[in-house]
């Protein structure tokens, strides 16, 4: 044996105690019954962790009035209970908003399967413990084994008890802790006996029904049975975060296939079982088959997939003509290793004449994967109840329509056979088969050819008048039609439902292209909500909410993208709190606050939940299975939409700061730069006059000052630039619009940058008659100046410079061009840029100051461009509109 390969007792007590972040801890106390002491035991390790200082509060307990729970339970602070008014009862819950408030440490909650009164915020205090668990406060709680959904039918079958208040085993999953309080069933029947249990009466009564000591022994065994099989599912759990330590046995996938009978329910707790003991993963299946369902059959199926999906179930809807090729096809393409379904029932007669069952022909098709068969356990009477509510869901007048039109056909045969004979009217009777068929469903089209026949045979099939055929011949034609009448309504009903499902699939994968085009084609967030909004509330025919995530704390926008006007009250913002928490279903047509008025559905994406959809109808009782895998499947496009713009729009914001960070290195680089340059001078400068010497020679005195002079106009110049970008951008620049003549204009500029020019011959090129200029001439000549500079750092000393003034088309044109060296094609583009310097330039400059013209001349509603000149040498050109002058 190689004992290196052994897990680390240290490293799997650490595993153990690890619990997802801002989680509070979970402990469960169960055993086989009331009176073992679950509440006692809770208590005793409550007073323990007391004495340790952990702030422990007691959120709900019953003591049945047992003295030694009341005695333990005294000295430790106390949530009060919250009144509630039902129909004219008070009755006391657990105040979950209070415990939530006072957010202890540690909560002890007794009767972690008792049902909520109408109007709390969850029906079941299991929910309940849910939100105190996420808001990090850890939870005592206690729960008797018959309690748990799937060992509930166990009780019942064994013992005969029925269990009405049960929670979803994966409660019990989720717990961190789970310890078993266990007494032997004679101690337990003794303890009844002395009213440590229950009190007077109450006590014998017990005994007598519930605590009978066969029943006990049961309720023992299912609990030991249970703690060891939460101990070895614990284990495994371990392991499988360590590849290292896990077996490399492959772990198996169950399927169970549910439908709207009453059998199903039973069905899924035993798929739930089976899977738990094989820890395999496990789905729940429903195949479409495009049946028209009656709203009693729509109502028990969300209940079985409700069930199904409380249990922990994968659960999927296939659309399938054929149950059986639905179920094996899903099977066989999802590594499906045991498919469980129910034992038919069906007897001798139905053998005969339909055939094989679904389970038969799942078990002869399966090939390699096991099938698992499960005796329907559901009671004659519930099939009875069921069936009668599936016929009373096909509306009776479709009956009523069907007896009629025999009825009809068969009055019209009386005048026909007189010409035709009485085998003519059998044509008749089924054209009006297939023509029913067209209308009506199923049940009532098989009821028409049943009826039909018998009619033809008692009123036109000699003898007339009784059920007697005399000829050989008649009985065949007489099996014939009711064979053919029967095939043909079957067959038209069968393409009718085909039909149906085909256009519903149509209108659903159109609706759904639909929305992802028009996805494709918003920008922002808002937008792509506003567009899902559309589609699913013209889906449904509902309005619709949603709300999306706080992108500052991660928390859900009590205000809605969609309807700002719109404040959800107290609960209904709970049902989208929790859906968006939980990632499930919660609100209307859910166990999470059923009495909201909408149905709240998670926007799950790859990246988390980022909000809900909620949808509200006027008068849907139910929302169907496929309605529900519909919503989620429009949820996850509008999410993927959705969180694509947002990651856009942070991508964006990031490309912003980058930039602004790059240009702020550019900035500060540059301006170090071009600031210490001048200032160096000056103060050289200045420190040279202070000499005693030099002060005193007339000649170098004014050589110093007009060096201090030149550079201080350098830096007034860079600040200058610095403050006209900054007034630019932040839209403060306010124009001084006055009336002008452009050749002063030009005469201004030339002397601001006289010593830049240097020894370049300037030639200005104008028309004899010039029309004034209406601009902020102080911030025209700065222009000027900004593109002659440009043009003295990029030229040699003798090289021509050329300023030309001309009114073209309404606008004055100004443009500055020089013979020097030009730039490249790649630089064009850029010229404008902020920061941006051109090769071949000599030292010094921000890069800013075509930017800057830029925006001046934009800012006059001008227009401004530069290009390299035919002949060689580069070209500014701006042009200001000359307006009303």
């Known amino acids: 044996m190689d004992y290196e390969k052994r897990p680390d007792p240290d490293e799997l007590l650490s595993k153990i105690m690890k619990r997802p972040s801002g989680r509070g801890r979970f402990k469960i106390f169960f055993g086989m019954s ?149 007494i032997p069933p004679e101690e337990l029947i003794a303890r009844l006996e002395e009213g440590k ?38 284990l495994t759990n371990l392991l499988r ?26 069905l899924i707790r035993w798929a739930r079982r089976f899977a738990y003991s094989m820890k395999a993963n496990w789905t729940c299946i429903h195949v479409e088959t495009g049946v028209q369902m009656s709203e009693y059959a729509k109502d028990c199926l969300t209940k079985n997939i409700t069930l199904a999906r409380n249990l922990g179930a994968a659960v999927v809807s296939v659309p399938e003509e054929d149950a059986v090729n639905g179920i094996l096809e899903y099977a066989s393409k999802n590594n499906i290793s045991t498919i469980i379904i129910g034992k038919s029932g069906a007897n001798v007669a139905r053998r005969i004449f339909l055939g094989e069952t679904m389970s038969e022909r799942i078990i002869r098709e399966s090939g390699k994967i096991s099938v698992v068969t499960v005796q329907e356990k559901a009671s004659r009477d519930d099939f009875r109840r069921h069936l009668k509510k599936k016929i009373e869901g096909s509306r009776l007048w479709q009956y009523g329509a069907a007896v009629a039109a025999v009825m009809l056909v068969t009055a019209l045969n009386f005048l026909i056979v007189q010409f035709t004979g009485y085998w003519s009217a059998s044509i008749f009777y089924l054209a009006t088969i297939s023509l029913l068929a067209l209308i009506l469903e199923p049940r009532p089209v098989f009821a028409a050819a049943c009826l039909s026949a018998l009619c033809w045979d008692y009123f036109f099939i000699p003898p007339q008048y009784t059920f007697v055929i005399s000829k050989f011949e008649d009985i065949l034609m007489f099996c014939l039609y009711f064979l053919i009448a ?42 792509a909500v506003n567009v899902g909004v559309e589609y699913v509330s013209r889906a449904f025919k509902a309005s619709t909410v949603v709300f999306l995530r706080r992108n500052d704390d991660e928390s859900l926008c009590e205000i809605p993208v969609n309807q700002e006007g719109y404040k959800p009250n107290e609960k209904e913002f709970s049902a989208a709190k929790y859906c968006f928490t939980s990632g499930q279903s919660a609100g209307r047509f859910t166990t999470t606050l059923p009495v909201v008025s909408y149905h709240y559905v998670p926007m799950a994406a790859p990246g988390g939940t980022i909000g809900v959809i909620g949808i509200k109808f006027d008068n849907e009782k139910v929302l169907a299975n496929d309605q529900e895998s519909f919503l989620l499947t429009l949820s996850s496009t509008v999410s993927l939409a959705v969180e694509r713009e947002i990651l856009s729009e942070k991508n964006r914001r990031n490309l912003l700061v980058q930039e602004s960070e790059r240009l702020s290195r550019i900035l500060l680089n540059l301006i170090s730069h071009e600031l210490r340059t001048p200032l160096t001078v000056i103060q050289g400068s200045a420190s040279a006059l202070m000499d005693s010497e030099t002060a005193e020679d007339k000649t170098s005195r004014d050589q110093l000052v007009e060096e201090i002079l030149s550079n201080a ?60 200029v209406k601009c902020d001439i102080v911030l025209i000549i700065q222009v000027l100046a900004n593109i002659l500079q440009n043009a003295s750092r990029y030229t040699d000393d003798g090289t021509p410079v050329e300023i030309r003034i001309e009114v073209l088309d309404g606008s004055m044109h100004f443009i500055v061009q020089d013979s020097g060296p030009g730039v490249t094609e790649e630089e064009l583009p850029h010229l404008f840029d902020k920061f941006y310097r ?39 050109e701006f042009a200001l509109p000359l307006g009303d002058n």
């Open 486 to 527: 029967l095939t043909s309504g079957w067959m038209t009903s069968k393409l009718k439902t085909n039909e149906r499902m085909l256009k519903v699939r149509e209108q659903r994968m159109s609706l759904i292209n639909e929305l992802s085009f028009a996805l494709e084609r918003v920008n922002g967030a808002r937008n």
């Open 713 to 772: 106009v350098k830096l007034n110049s860079i600040v200058e630039n610095l403050l006209s970008m900054n007034r630019l951008e932040s839209g403060r620049l306010k124009l001084r619009m006055e009336k002008t003549d452009p050749e002063d204009l030009v005469s201004l500029a030339l002397r601001q940058v006289g010593k830049d020019l240097g020894k370049r011959p300037v030639t200005i090129i104008k028309p004899d008659i010039i029309p004034l």
């Open 197 to 234: 249990v229950y009190i007077g009466d109450k006590s014998r009564e017990a005994i007598e029904n519930f605590f009978r000591r066969e029943n006990l022994v049961v309720l023992r065994e299912l609990s030991l049975r249970h703690a060891s099989q939460l101990a070895s599912h614990q």
């Open 34 to 182: 009331p009176g073992v002491g679950k509440t006692y035991s809770m208590l005793k390790e409550a007073k323990v962790l007391l004495d340790r200082g952990e702030d422990l509060v007691i959120g709900w307990m019953e003591s049945h009035e047992r003295k030694e729970t009341d005695e333990l339970a005294e000295g430790i602070e106390r949530i009060s209970a919250k009144i509630v008014e039902y129909r004219g009862i008070s009755l006391s819950e657990m105040d979950l908003d209070a415990i939530l408030a006072r957010k202890p440490s540690i909560v002890l909650v007794d009767e972690l399967a008792h049902s909520n009164a109408p109007g709390m915020k969850h029906p079941k205090r299991y929910q309940d413990i849910q939100d105190m668990l996420d808001a990090g406060i850890s939870v005592y709680t206690t729960v008797n084994i018959q309690h748990l959904e799937t060992i509930a039918d166990v009780v019942e079958e064994l013992a005969g008890i029925r269990i009405l208040e049960r929670i979803p085993d994966a409660v019990s999953d989720q717990a961190d802790d789970i310890q078993l309080v266990d």
């Open 241 to 266: 975060g360590d590849g290292s330590a896990m077996p490399t046995a492959t772990v198996q996938n169950v399927l169970v296939a549910v439908s709207w009978s009453p059998n199903s329910e039973y």
């Open 838 to 876: 051109g090769e071949g330039g000599k030292k010094g400059g921000t890069g800013l100051g075509l930017s800057i013209c830029k925006g001046i001349i934009e800012a006059h509603g001008g227009i401004i461009s530069a290009r390299n000149r035919a002949g060689g040498g580069f070209a500014v």
